[in-house]
């Protein structure tokens, strides 16, 4: 897997084309009976809104593959959670015991959960994190912070695929 920045104007699908692979292998996974209960993709978002809307925006068309997997007679359980400062601790305590496939969370939360023992084997065999907003991060103090995050993550597990998404990095040549 190669690392990515994906890079196009607002609104026309980045966040989508991130997360169209992984829910791809996600599905084969399912089908085939091997989605282990562990945190596959984390999405890092700079707001605490924006993962809310996230999740609700990629819970919408899973709900419409279950129902067509559940018509052909299969069950896809895959899970996606938001994991930040304001989850209530009882939604904390289960994702230990059944953790979200997808884990949507703020660079922040990701620190915290980096530092938690027990979330932290959950996280051991991430495959890939997508970071939105990755301008509003790569210049300040969160992003250092968030960079620090990475790879701690990325040493629990080398073959980690980081994936960018901005709508204003430029001149994109660079």
């Known amino acids: ?13 980045k966040t989508l084309a991130a997360f169209a692979a992984i829910l791809n292998e996600l599905i ?9 209960d562990k945190v596959y ?20 068309p899973l709900r419409a593959i279950k129902e067509k997997a559940k018509k052909q007679g299969k069950k896809l359980n895959i899970r996606v959670a938001v994991r930040t400062g304001d989850t209530p601790t009882s939604k904390r305590a289960s994702m ?12 922040e939360s990701i620190a915290i959960l980096l ?11 991430v ?10 991060l790569a ?9 620090l995050s990475l790879e701690r993550l990325q040493r629990l597990n ?3 695929c980081r994936i960018g998404l901005s709508a204003t990095i430029a001149p994109i040549e660079e």
């Open 96 to 107: 230990l015991t059944k953790p979200p496939h997808i884990l949507i969370t703020t660079p």
């Open 41 to 60: 993709c984390i999405y890092v978002s700079p707001l605490r809104a924006l993962s809310n809307d996230i999740e609700r925006n990629l819970n919408e």
């Open 158 to 160: 080398p073959g980690l």
């Open 115 to 125: 530092n938690a023992p027990k979330f932290r084997e959950h996280m051991k065999d």
């Open 28 to 36: 084969t996974l399912a089908d085939l009976g091997k989605l282990e």
């Open 139 to 147: 210049e300040n103090k969160r992003g250092v912070h968030l960079s």
């Open 1 to 13: 897997m190669q690392n990515t920045l994906i890079t196009a104007p607002t609104g026309t699908g």
């Open 127 to 136: 495959k890939w994190v997508i970071i939105d907003e990755i301008h509003a």
